[in-house]
């Protein structure tokens, strides 16, 4: 209480020299808060723009180490097939949330029309359609809101392990192939002969094999992705191919892919391309929905173990859009760094000189006090909670007012800065995911992006900015007043 009483007439006695030394602390610490607030709003953005959309790895051939290979060892390679098996395994592991494994094959018919753009069928009379394999009665298309089934059902566990003739289409397709939930219609596997090369030689004479599927429709949906990658020709192309797709369960879809390549086989016993295909092999589509963003190297390290060589994991959401947000984000980030460590500098100097002249002109007082038998260590204690004391009032005030500054200022910066990059890159597209199976956010706008931009203050901001402020006060005040150790109380009452 004596202690509190004496800094209490202190402060009174030099009010000027405490309402200044409050002044400056409040303005200093006013940037400093507002600097660290908008650091912290700025660098959430990628992580929650990240946590926003899927994390989605797929394995791929490793082009680039594959090209390496070819050029040191002078000769083509087929790598080892990533098995069935192997992709399973991959979904086994604790960072993936949900994996789909989908086959594919393209078979035709010279009946059902395509939900087409108004183009030219590229094969005479003939349409193409994706055969679409499911590997789960709840497959990430449906799981993940691409489509939504609006008539009829998805297909049983039982089908789904079997191999069952049964399809879902999409309304469109429907509707204009007068299909409904229980209608069949055959599609053809059809090998052609290597005279087929245009569009006249798709005629009967030129086919070398064929193998025909008749299919029951028991579903019909509809597609629900938000399409927008910002450019209406993408949107549309996408929209037609998933309203083209014909989902049917992956062993249905594998045996119409094993008579292809056998017939192929057939056809070009000494094609190296397929020599390199065994029989059992599957061609398959994989991808694996994470659980966080953060999972995406434990990922990558665990799937090391697991693929073959010349494989690798290609992260599907690590793209432009996210480099192109990264550029403004590390371009403010870094302003607001430098504007973070000018206030710091010059808070301690400007600090530090002002302790200094306050001590210089109460060195006489300094003196009496030390005269009187008062040890240095407890003048410095005393006068560094002086001090203190002004700076936490100071430093209360400069949070919030630091704060609302920087809500305002920082905002108007980003959103300028990712307006240039929108306009320069014509939108700030971060590439479509909907024909993997994941729905909308296929570009991003200056404003979608700061709807995640937030400047509220957080325990987190608070500590950091209390901590830096305080250190800095610190710093600045037990610097000059090492001054007072080298005081000689009998020279100064001389």
């Known amino acids: 209480m004596h202690v509190l009483k004496r800094i209490s007439i202190s402060l009174s006695r030099n009010f000027g020299r405490s309402a200044l030394l409050l002044a400056i602390i409040f303005v200093l610490g006013s940037v400093i808060s507002g600097a660290i607030?908008?650091?912290?709003?700025?660098?959430?953005?990628?992580?929650?723009l990240r946590r926003s959309m899927p994390s989605v790895a797929i394995v791929e051939w490793d082009i680039e180490a594959l090209e390496e290979?070819?050029?040191?060892?002078?000769?083509?390679?087929?790598?080892?097939?990533?098995?069935?098996?192997?992709?399973?395994?991959?979904?086994?592991?604790?960072?993936?949330?949900?994996?789909?494994?989908?086959?594919?094959?393209?078979?035709?018919?010279?009946?059902?029309?395509?939900?087409?753009?108004?183009?030219?069928p590229l094969m005479g009379e003939w349409n193409s359609f994706n055969l679409r394999g499911v590997y789960s009665d709840d497959f990430i298309d449906l799981n993940e809101g691409v489509i939504e089934i609006t008539s009829g059902r998805a297909f049983t566990t039982e089908e789904i392990n079997s191999l069952s003739h049964v399809v879902l289409i999409s309304d469109r397709f429907a509707d204009v192939n007068n299909l409904h939930v229980g209608s069949f219609f055959t599609l053809e596997n059809i090998i052609w002969n290597e005279v087929a090369e245009d569009t006249q030689s798709f005629i009967e004479e030129n086919i070398?094999?064929?193998?025909?599927?008749?299919?029951?429709?028991?579903?019909?949906?509809?597609?629900?992705a938000d399409i927008n990658t910002g450019d209406d020709w993408t949107d549309a192309l996408i929209f037609a191919e998933i309203n083209n797709r014909i989902y049917s369960p992956n062993p249905t879809?594998?045996?119409?892919?094993?008579?292809?390549?056998?017939?192929?086989?057939?056809?070009?016993?000494?094609?190296?391309?397929?020599?390199?295909?065994?029989?059992?092999?599957?061609?398959?589509?994989?991808?694996?929905?994470?659980?966080?963003?953060?999972?995406?190297?434990?990922?990558?390290?665990?799937?090391?173990?697991?693929?073959?060589?010349?494989?690798?994991?290609?992260?599907?959401?690590?793209?432009?859009?996210?480099?192109?947000?990264?550029?403004?984000?590390?371009?403010?980030?870094?302003?607001?760094?430098?504007v973070l460590w000018v206030a710091i500098f010059a808070a301690v100097i400007i600090l530090s000189l002002l302790i200094l002249l306050t001590l210089r002109d109460n060195k006489q007082e300094l003196g009496i006090y030390l005269a009187l038998g008062e040890s240095k260590s407890k003048v410095i204690v005393r006068m560094m909670m002086e001090v203190l004391l002004v700076a936490v009032v100071a430093i209360i005030l400069a949070l919030f007012v630091g704060n609302i500054v920087a809500d305002g200022i920082s905002e108007v910066m980003l959103r300028n800065s990712l307006i240039e990059q929108e306009q320069r890159n014509e939108g700030l597209f971060v590439g479509h995911l909907e024909s993997w199976g994941f729905s909308g956010g296929s570009s991003l706008s200056a404003e979608e992006v700061l709807a995640s931009y937030d400047t509220s203050l957080d325990i987190q901001t608070m500590i950091i900015f209390i901590t830096v402020a305080v250190s800095t006060v610190i710093v600045s005040t037990f610097i000059p007043l090492l001054y007072i150790t080298r005081l000689n109380p009998k020279k100064i009452m001389l």
């Open 37 to 48: 607030s908008a650091m912290q709003a700025v660098e959430n953005i990628d992580s929650n």
């Open 69 to 120: 290979y070819e050029d040191l060892a002078g000769e083509r390679i087929m790598p080892e097939m990533f098995s069935f098996e192997m992709a399973t395994r991959l979904g086994d592991l604790p960072y993936v949330r949900t994996y789909n494994l989908s086959i594919g094959e393209f078979l035709i018919s010279s009946e059902l029309q395509s939900v087409t753009m108004d183009e030219e």
């Open 208 to 224: 070398f094999s064929k193998q025909s599927y008749d299919f029951e429709v028991v579903g019909i949906f509809r597609t629900v």
């Open 253 to 338: 879809v594998a045996a119409a892919q094993a008579f292809y390549f056998e017939q192929r086989r057939e056809q070009n016993p000494h094609d190296d391309y397929l020599k390199g295909i065994s029989e059992g092999d599957i061609l398959f589509r994989n991808i694996y929905l994470l659980n966080d963003h953060r999972d995406m190297d434990n990922f990558r390290y665990a799937a090391l173990y697991i693929i073959p060589e010349f494989y690798t994991v290609t992260n599907l959401t690590h793209t432009d859009a996210f480099r192109l947000v990264a550029s403004s984000v590390d371009t403010l980030t870094e302003l607001f760094a430098l």
